[in-house]
């Protein structure tokens, strides 16, 4: 069997293949990033980009529709579709930006008032003697404050029991979780505790490193989720796990990452591994059954079953995560197949439980989850957005990094434009795809009906230069706003927008239907919240102008939560009480089925017109 | 290296050892039993005796001083002192009487009636629908009674239940223990549910298989306990645990020695292995902590205390133990060091925490267990009688099995014995050692102190035949019993009379502490309990004239229990209120430990006396 050499560029990583190893599978092996693939691997989306240096292989069918014969000349091709045949040097395209801006977002308005759930108690024990008998374990009970504490008991703590107590004076340190001894240690360690809260979203992971007693966040680290090499979305990961073996994969991916991030806080912040007692994990309902290694496969089709919506604790070592060997691993509850425990850890985040006032909190992904709150009542929907705020199906689209246009306005007559890392653009991202809309309505180059207007229609409204940014291709109008060589511009098509129109009809259709459900109006909501990485980044006021915040919602009322489902896994791991007030919380949300109801079809007809005439 | 082949007889296993392995160790590997050795592998008890055949190799010094010049030219040596440096056939005595004897008497008196330990609940589950989307395992808890049940969950029952509902038509059966979901399995399997009672004896292991929902018991098997060859009682085994690597080499030695009574009531029985769901253990403190692999070291030296003595629950993967992967392992409590989990199932299987008249419980073996119970107020203790009643340390001593007399008896003037498996007679087992004890005191060759007449006093007292028993020999005086030839003769000796005294006195000792502790009488007894294997088979009259019942209890009130510790194991087995019973039935128990007691020696003394002259 031939062997061949690849590395990796910015990585400088180096990995040793067999022939005919795919490029993806090699970044896998190195442990390196690839431009996560929407299209799971299969060449269609063109989304794995690579530039193989000094390179001619000859591309494959699908390379040679993806990319143009300049770049295919330089060397660029798609990573999923390239054998490896030689040695080789593989440049991929660098992913930082990303990272930073989720992770600022994850720290709570208000300090989180620490109830803890990991509670160490020293004792000084008594030894035996003749008149005191009692078996080791029993004098350790009985020192103990609560009686309940002895019903489950780990055998490897009694195992070490006698000579820790013996070899330490008979004191030690006995570690609780929510109320069950979990370990023993020699000498006083009652002040020491960490804990992790980490949120697995589809696309990044973030982990917090929180110290157990004082609350306070130590450090925090994140990357991308590995898992996005098999499908940049949920439907994509589930179609994916369907077989053990890759079910088994994708747990061993994001496991394997979230390993990686606690070894990260852990040189960051110079604190002992053994001393993380606890994990609190949040994340959609398909990455917690993939965390768990769950099927998943029953919620990608009707009725979207998952197998599992309870918050539960279960032990690290038997997901294998490394952290102290008696430490926990908790998750907070989901609600739905597409509204799962990220959304409850957002209205934990935000205390929407607990307003009167009616209250909204939106999450938009390829699935908009959304929660309409009021007096303690939840109702709770999942709007099937699509991903094109996300950057995909989006001609131009990309996610949140270097070289994305974020934000779009206009000034003087002309449009401006911002990008991530003020380097030459490459596309939109959602924010600027949304900013680029809302000024095309403002202007009137996009009418109600969602319509381009031609160059010619444009000119008397617009002007000669906006007019003359309207160009038709073959696939029909484009607005071109960057235009710096054949191969180097960004467009708005009318199928974009066609694609927003879509995406912003299904989640006012949705808020629409709960608002109905719950007998208010939109003029009642009092506040409207907006989470997730794309919901803190959003321009309130463009997003009004397309629709996706109601019209009736003064913009006053709009608030950014920031990384709120990040937020209430820390609430998780800090507070005794969460997982008492989430279950029951999760017990009371009422759940609509959109797909389900005889009146969404016309809701989300009536939603995808820009102006919202009806309110 | 030098490999040599050894076949042990009459087994007929061949096993392949490198030169220089001892034949005990062979023998494990072997796994074949080879006579017990009280010594642990020192050579110093003489017991582990095997006939090498055609075999001249020459005796350790410890082999010429054990056995004699005609044995050893015969091949007979000790199996921990022979290093195997040729091919070797090797036959070891056998051992099967005792099996027999103890199985026997494992079944309670009256039928114990069921309180499930294990629930099966067969449901007919709602597939999900798009108007009713709960998640699988809500579905399936929804239906379940106790709205307990669901606070804890393996991982393993959520990753199989999606699959296992969908392809059984949605009817599946939730296995729950002590109201705990373990389990669930495809279609209707509620009725079908088994478990296995398992008394683990220093000496024997009883494993019985019973029906969990019936409580019928089905079939039996039992074997000698293997940790045996690392020492004969409780302390030698402790000596020997003292190292990580010995105390794991003796909880490997008893899990693999229950796997193969599981196997083998299994086979007898023709049910599936993942039909047993639970196991219910039972044995002294000790056998229950190497059966745990917990540090028993401390339960050797004073103060006595063991790691753990509340009855728990563990998971029988876990423990290594071959039923349902989702099986488990109950234990009970124990009290003390000395007072294990089989005085505690013996306590619950007589029912003595129920009287209000003054009980005993007395169980024999190296230690005494003592329980005097009345009003529901308990007493325990140990009294350290030495394994004299065993057959060790008396000159012709062994176990209950082929070859010993069991029991004694005077009739016409002549002495009268019964050998078990109606061969000629090798020893005494402790009730003929009992027995031959108390017809010579009853004749007056043994008198009030414990003193053997000489031939000359005896004479005129029971005639020439007799007083001709009386030898002088080496060691002091002996009654001789059988004399076959030169090599082949049982005599009791006044060295072991006095092992007896002191057996009998520190029991005797330890009954009347308790007594006087509880302010009562022996009179007053109105229930005397004799359980275990050689309580069980004791003759009540011969033991109440070496007084090892109080003279003071009419033998109308001497009852044998039978194995009651083995009942008491399948009562836990059975009855789901038997855990809180005995846990707070433990805790209840006042347990005196003898040797602290100011007054100890002074009872001793006295009950040392044949005759006990003050009741």
Not at 457 to 462: C, L, S
Not at 498 to 515: E, F, Y
Not at 575 to 590: F, G, P, Q, T, W
Request: aromatic share 6%.
């Amino acid at each position: 069997m031939l062997i061949f050499k690849i590395k990796f560029l910015p990585h400088n990583v180096e990995v040793f293949v067999p022939a005919g190893t795919s490029v993806v599978e090699a970044a896998d092996l190195a442990k390196v990033d690839i431009e996560p693939t929407p299209c799971g691997r299969r060449g269609t989306c063109g989304k794995c980009l690579i530039l193989c240096h000094d390179y001619s292989g000859i591309p494959t069918i699908v390379e040679k529709e993806k990319i143009d014969d300049t770049k295919l000349d330089q060397g660029w091709r798609l990573a999923c579709q390239t054998a490896i045949l030689q040695d080789m040097v593989i440049e991929v395209p660098g992913q930082t930006e990303g990272k930073l801006i989720k992770a600022l977002l994850s720290r709570p308005k208000t300090a989180i008032e620490v109830l803890p759930t990991v509670i160490k108690y020293f004792l000084k024990v008594a030894p035996p003697t003749m008149t005191d008998q009692r078996a080791d374990w029993d004098r350790v009970e009985d020192l103990l404050p609560d009686p309940e504490l002895q019903q489950e008991l780990d055998l490897t703590i009694l195992r070490k029991l006698p000579e820790l107590m013996r070899n330490n004076n008979f004191e030690l340190t006995v570690v609780t979780y929510r109320g069950k001894v979990i370990s023993v240690e020699a000498g006083d360690t009652a002040t020491v505790g960490y804990g992790c809260a980490i949120d697995i979203g589809t696309t990044t992971v973030i982990c917090s490193l929180h110290d157990l007693f004082t609350g306070q966040e130590i450090t925090v680290a994140s990357a991308f989720n590995p898992q996005r090499t098999y499908g940049a979305d949920v439907l994509s990961r589930i179609d994916f796990s369907q077989t053990d073996d890759n079910l088994k994969k994708l747990q061993t991916l994001i496991i394997d990452q979230v390993n990686t991030l606690i070894d990260q806080v852990i040189s960051q912040s110079g604190i002992n591994r053994s001393d993380i007692y606890l994990i609190s994990v949040v994340g959609n309902t398909t990455m917690q059954h993939l965390f768990l290694r769950l099927p998943a496969k029953y919620i990608a089709t009707p009725p979207f079953v998952g197998a599992l919506y309870a918050g539960l604790s279960f032990d690290s070592v038997d997901l294998g995560i490394k952290i102290n060997d008696s430490g926990k691993v908790t998750l907070l509850p989901n609600v739905a197949g597409y509204v799962g425990a990220d959304i409850v850890a957002g209205v934990l985040a935000t205390n929407a439980y607990k307003y009167d006032a009616p209250c909204i909190l939106i999450d938009v992904g390829t699935n908009a989850e959304i929660i309409l709150a009021a007096h303690g009542i939840l109702y709770a929907c999942s709007a099937a957005a699509g991903p094109a705020f996300e950057g995909a199906n989006i001609c131009y689209g990309m996610r949140a990094e270097k070289g994305a246009i974020d934000r779009v306005w206009q000034e003087d007559g002309k449009l401006h434009y911002h990008v991530i890392g003020e380097v030459p653009a490459l596309g939109f991202c959602g924010s600027g795809l949304v900013d680029v809309i809302a000024v095309l309505i403002n202007i009137g180059i996009i009418d109600f009906s969602g319509r381009l207007l031609t160059s010619e229609e444009a000119v008397p409204i617009v002007g000669d230069i906006l007019a003359g940014c309207l160009q038709e291709n073959d696939d029909g109008l484009e607005f071109v706003i960057v235009k710096n060589s054949d191969f180097q511009k960004v467009s708005l098509t009318q199928r974009d927008i066609r694609q927003v129109q879509l995406a912003k009809g299904a989640i006012l259709a949705g808020i629409r239907i709960m608002v109905k459900e719950m007998s208010i109006k939109l003029e009642d909501i009092e506040l409207f919240n907006l989470a997730g990485s794309f919901g803190n980044v959003l321009n309130k006021k463009s997003a009004q102008v397309i629709g996706l915040i109601p019209k009736a919602v003064p913009l006053s009322k709009v608030e950014y939560a920031g990384n709120s489902a990040h937020v209430g896994a820390q609430i998780n791991l800090l507070r005794a009480d969460s997982e008492e007030i989430v279950n029951s919380l999760v017990k009371n949300i009422r759940y609509i089925e959109l797909s389900d109801r005889s009146d969404f079809t016309e809701e989300f007809t009536n939603a995808m017109f820009f102006g919202e005439c009806e309110d």
